[in-house]
């Protein structure tokens, strides 16, 4: 007796699909490709200079600064924070993608790799093109070490970044979200000075107000944080969020002031505590409250509470 013949289900007119479920090695290409892609935006501010390291206090022989090597990353005791945000921007900007991705667990590793291969490339490159042209001395090394290891910092804090950003809770990754928010700011200031190149009018003016943009998108990242979750975890990511928003541009002026400082600290008899404690007291100086920290703080205060209200009026009618 032959079984019978079960013809398939043709959907009837407005019925919808099922969704089509994508491979482990679709959604790991497509996160291989947004974590390339996020790395290379990240690094955009530097990328569209003429990308000559910049001038170094102990390089090997003088040359002005168009004879300087190509780099791919401002390797100084000047940019130390703008490397930071090229990196992180592109790292947090991976880990949203990722999140924002249907299926985001193959993704996430291959927005990983990706997003790895920019980073390392560049900084091999860089590192190896500073170690190559910097003085043969003790100083030199020293000045070498210091750059490389601020550099390495700066790729464990992006390590961590892009997975929690990707994957981690909210409460969790808002002091990671906000600290790129913050850093955005940097990122935008060097984008349209073109790293200290351009001087016209609309690139001063979009440096300067870049701080603002930053504050936004502090807010919004805890407007995004309130959409769900318990008022306590909130709260405490709020803060934080907050509290980072304040502090970081403070750490930003006392790295900047222990940058720029160290040239001339060389002759002090104890250079580094030299160094160190004219950047604390610098640091505690940018904490004091001033009409723009104060100003900050309340943009993102504004946009955070009017964008958690919508984001929750939203959730509830989900």
Known sequence: MSSPTIAPHVPADGDTPPPRRRSPAAALGTGLLVGIAAGVVGLLPWLTTDRRLPLQNLWSEQRLPGEMPVSLL???????????????????????????????????????????????????????????????????????????????????????????????????????????????????????????????????????????????????????????????????????????????????????????SARSAQHAPDPIRDLASGGVRVFLRALEPSSRTLGDLAVALVVGVLGAVLARAITKRA
């Open 74 to 260: 401002p390797l100084s005791q000047y940019y130390v924070v703008p490397v930071l945000a090229m990196m992180l921007v592109g790292a947090v900007l991976a880990g949203l993608v990722v999140r924002a991705l249907p299926r985001s667990g193959p993704a996430l590793g291959g927005a990983f790799v990706g997003w790895l291969v920019v980073a390392l490339a560049a900084s091999g490159q860089s590192a190896w093109t500073v170690a190559e042209g910097i003085e043969r001395s003790s100083r030199g090394e020293i000045y070498l070490y210091a750059v490389l290891g601020a550099l390495a910092a700066s790729l464990v804090v992006c390590f961590v970044a892009l997975p929690v950003s990707a994957r981690g809770s909210r409460p969790a990754a808002v002091p990671w979200l906000a600290l790129a928010a913050v850093l955005t700011g940097s990122w935008l200031g060097v984008f349209a000075t073109g790293f200290g190149h351009r001087f016209d009018e609309s690139s001063r003016l979009a440096a300067t107000s870049s701080h603002w943009v930053a504050a936004a998108l502090v807010g919004v990242t805890l407007a995004w944080c309130a959409a769900r979750g318990g008022w306590g975890s909130l709260a405490a990511a709020w803060f934080v969020g907050l509290a980072l928003l304040w502090v970081v541009p403070a750490a930003v002026t006392a790295v900047g002031y222990a940058g720029g």
